[in-house]
């Protein structure tokens, strides 16, 4: 008898390749997240399951969604803070709901589409085109000893060769990049509909002199050099956002760099906990770029000293520590 897995089926093409490669060696049961946006994902799902004649559920999800990922996505931006929503979404809602049905048919096993891999409780990279560890950091131990990442050893282009070869009803449909609570692309509008959001207000230089108008802080985030309107001698970067003041600090972009952050919330991983200084590569930020660096302990934070400085490290977002292709852990940057 094969080993039961609860698979989360979203509907593309990697979560339906996830599924193909599973019905080798496991009895795969798979599970749509519904947010209750409609759009095509919960027919596509169905067809991809129906296709390989596998088990279909639904679960809505939309209450714990709120909670957990959209109040406080809100609650970052007007805080002046760039929120992380799919890195609080995969610990929160997304894998503890695919965990919630694994429990009910007796599988031990939970998986996803994602570009990582899962060993021991460990977390790993994936191969370096796709690699998708960075969101996944925030998963406990707890959670990652019961997971397995069908496409970890993958890239991408060879995801979509093997689509068309199994004839996976979804194996030409373009990659979804937006977050899923707002398909549109648009947070600042997103935000703007649910209330509450900040005035237009000042455009400040560093020293306080007024430099234009702003639409309202939660437009903005550190290091952003677009969409400024603002005019002067030279090209404008955000360098800091003071919600109290409902000012936006706009520089010449000089002050952006920092070798040392904190952070807050450590999720450890690779190690029990961090009782001394470690040295690791670090990323900041969704994309392949790391960095050499030392964390320590401090005060159930993590203190992060780099030996180059990092541009923009943003409050809200994530920092991820590397050991080779291991997770060491992450934190929130503050």
């Known amino acids: 008898m094969k080993e039961k897995v609860v698979l989360g089926l979203s509907g593309g093409v990697d979560s ?17 997240l519904d947010i209750g946006l409609g759009g095509s994902g919960a027919a596509d799902a169905a ?6 004649n596998l088990p279909f559920a639904t679960a809505d999800i939309r209450q714990a969604l709120e909670e957990h ?13 760039t929120p992380l929503p799919c890195a609080r979404c995969n610990p929160a809602v ?15 096993l939970v998986a996803t589409g994602h570009y990582a891999r899962a060993e021991g ?8 085109a796709n690699d998708q560890s960075y969101m996944l950091a925030r998963l406990p131990r707890s959670i990652l000893q019961r997971v397995m990442f069908p496409l970890g050893d993958y890239e991408k282009v060879q995801v979509r060769s093997l689509a068309r070869e199994f004839g996976i ?13 707002i398909p549109d692309g648009d947070y600042a509008a997103w ?44 090209r404008y970067f955000v360098s800091a956002i003071r919600p109290q003041r409902n000012q936006v600090v706009l520089s010449d972009g000089g002050d952006l760099g920092r070798r040392e952050l904190l952070c807050t919330a450590p999720n450890w991983i690779a190690v029990e906990a961090l009782t ?30 780099m030996d180059q400085p990092a541009r923009a490290p943003t409050p809200g977002q994530m920092a991820v520590f590397y050991d080779a292709d291991a997770v060491v852990g992450s934190g929130w940057i503050a």
């Open 191 to 234: 935000l703007d509909r649910r209330g509450n959001t900040p005035p237009p207000g000042d455009f400040v230089s560093p020293d306080g002199t007024v430099l234009g108008r702003h639409k309202g802080i939660h437009h903005y985030t550190l290091g952003q050099g677009r969409g400024l309107g603002v005019s002067g001698p030279h």
């Open 121 to 128: 409780g460990v977390l790993r990279k994936g191969r370096p």
């Open 94 to 108: 997304k894998f503890p709901a695919l965990l919630a049905l694994a429990d009910r048919v007796g599988a031990r």
């Open 276 to 305: 001394a200084p470690m040295a690791v590569t670090v990323r900041l930020r969704h994309s392949r770029t790391e960095q050499r660096a030392v964390i320590l302990p401090e005060g159930g934070c993590v203190r992060v000293r």
């Open 47 to 52: 067809a991809v399951a129906a296709s390989l």
């Open 16 to 32: 339906a390749v996830a599924a193909r490669l599973l019905l080798q060696d496991y009895e795969v049961y798979c599970l749509y």
């Open 69 to 81: 990922v959209c109040a406080p996505f809100t609650a970052d931006y007007l805080a002046g803070r």
């Open 169 to 181: 009803p979804v194996a030409d449909k373009p990659d979804s990049m937006e977050i899923c609570f």
